[in-house]
Antibody
Framework: EVQLVESGGGLVKPGGSLRLSCAAS????????MHWLRQAPGKGLEWLSS????????YYADSVKGRFTVSRDDAKNSLYLQMNSLSAEDTAVYYC???????????????????WGQGTPVTVSS | DIQMTQSPSSLSASVGDRVTITCRAS??????LNWYQQKPGKAPQLLIY???NLQTGVPSRFSGSGSGTDFTLTITSLQPEDVATYFC??????????FGGGTKVAIK
């Protein structure tokens, strides 16, 4: 069974930093592209970042470019999101999600999300 | 960036009713359109990918159609467990990967 478990969220002051983690299990993590998304309270879904297998590509949404950094450690089956210069607008539940690959072929890009973690909440407040 | 517009933003229907949700893209995205269901307090789940393909395990009362700029998600017989917010998402011209604003479905 595919499982994605986020951690690292919490309360942080404006201007502060947090590092989110996403532990993957139940599939060959190194074969899949991965994504981070978020959902502000009462709002819709926002894609934040994508990372390809073997770091073949990395993309960011304009809203986080230059402040957030995505990375992965295939040996630890883990995905990370380093978040710096946080503001109140970053308050949200943060999700990691798996990309199933084009026509289900691992390692290719489908740019949608077939498995999601349960989310980790981040609150930016003084 | 491609803008995704969903309608309606909310709806209320009776158990057994046929429910249709519409998603429109600001430019053609072929069939690169995906639908997600998010139940209250839970993470989203993939329902339909590339416009009309039912994700494994999703009940057959859900279906998707469309191509180009106009897409629909249909629930043929609404069930109480379908109370959720539904989001469309385009995967054609990326990044960014963009979502519709969501449609909240309630039982009348």
């Amino acid at each position: 069974e595919v499982q994605l478990v986020e951690s690292g969220g919490g309360l942080v002051k404006p201007g502060g930093s947090l590092r989110l983690s996403c532990a993957a299990s139940g599939f060959r993590f190194s074969d899949f592209n991965m994504h981070w998304l978020r959902q502000a309270p009462g709002k819709g879904l926002e894609w934040l970042s994508s990372i390809g297998i073997s770091n073949t590509y990395i993309y960011y949404a304009d809203s986080v470019k230059g402040r957030f950094t995505v990375s992965r450690d295939d040996a630890k089956n883990s995905l990370y999101l380093q978040m710096n210069s946080l503001s109140a607008e970053d308050t949200a539940v943060y999700y990691c999600a798996r990309d199933p690959g084009f026509r289900g072929m691992p390692g290719t890009r489908a740019d949608y999300f077939d498995n999601w973690g349960q989310g980790t909440p981040v609150t930016v407040s003084s | 960036d491609i803008q995704m517009t969903q309608s309606p933003s909310s709806l209320s229907a009776s158990v057994g009713d046929r429910v249709t949700i519409t998603c429109r893209a600001s430019q053609s995205i072929d069939t690169f359109l995906n639908w997600y269901q998010q139940k209250p307090g839970k993470a989203p789940q993939l329902l339909i990918y590339t416009a009309s393909n039912l994700q494994t395990g999703v009940p057959s009362r859900f279906s998707g159609s469309g191509s180009g700029t106009d897409f629909t998600l249909t629930i043929t017989s609404l069930q109480p467990e379908d109370v959720a917010t539904y989001f469309c998402q385009q995967s054609s011209i990326t990044p960014p990967l963009t979502f519709g604003g969501g449609t909240k479905v309630a039982i009348k």
